[in-house]
């Protein structure tokens, strides 16, 4: 199992339109983050339309668009919890129950 499957033409809208997904990034360090999507004919298209539905009121610096049809989609057992590790799923319970004996242990 390689723990991903690619996307197909089954994302791709009616009418010979394709679904791009849209992020926009604010000017200096943020991260780019998911706006939306859309459908366009064409990169060109999709670039407008993407300018027009989610920049209208200069949210982001920079804008990415990407077809969906290259998205790369992970495998939902493959990003399943590994049962075996336990320690790389730490919820802080084994260190506030340390922490407890300590603070019982130091009182006495």
Known sequence: ???????GDEMSGEFGMQVYEV???KAGKDE????????????EMAILY???SYDRRAEGAE??????RHLIVADPAFLAVNETKPHRHNDGSA???RR???RETADE
Do not use: Q, T, Y
């Open 50 to 52: 993407g300018r027009e």
């Open 95 to 97: 260190i506030a129950e």
């Open 32 to 43: 780019f983050r998911h706006a939306g999507s859309l459908e366009a004919p064409d990169p």
């Open 100 to 102: 407890r004996r300590l």
């Open 63 to 68: 804008m990415w668009l990407v077809d969906r």
């Open 23 to 25: 992020f926009l990034k």
């Open 1 to 7: 199992m390689s723990g991903h499957e690619a996307r």
